[in-house]
């Protein structure tokens, strides 16, 4: 029933930008957090980017003042919009949602590679 339909991820070059978009289908309650999760190096996925329902945000620090998080409450939906891209930036991202009493569920991930 619930489900994460990630898009927005392709190739681009040094400094350009991409926005990403996760839509969250199905009927649910409401969505707490919502958030961008990249593969990285190790074997647990590293924080991106959060924001909750009130339009908090948190980020990592690699990604701070060149990432936005945003959200649309109406369409159960989060983006990300990531500016001054660099190679280190290459990975497949992740959305997570928090879907109010149920818990969390994982978008399948879009790739996003940064090359000249």
């Known amino acids: 029933q619930v489900q994460l339909v990630e898009s927005g991820g392709g190739l681009v070059q040094p400094g350009g930008s991409l926005r990403l978009t996760c839509a969250v289908s199905g009927s649910v309650f409401g969505i707490s957090s919502m958030g961008w999760y990249r593969q990285g190096s190790g074997k647990q996925r590293e924080l991106v980017a959060t924001?909750?329902?009130?339009?908090?945000?948190n980020y990592a620090g690699s990604v701070k003042g060149r990432f936005t998080i945003s959200r649309d409450n109406a369409k159960n939906t989060v983006y990300l919009q990531m500016n001054s891209l660099k190679p280190e930036d290459t990975d497949v991202y992740y959305c997570?949602?928090?879907?109010?009493?149920?818990?969390?569920?994982w978008g399948q991930g879009t790739q996003v590679t940064v090359s000249s």
């Open positions: 924001i909750n329902s009130s339009g908090s945000t």
């Open positions: 997570k949602a928090n879907v109010i009493v149920v818990g969390d569920y």
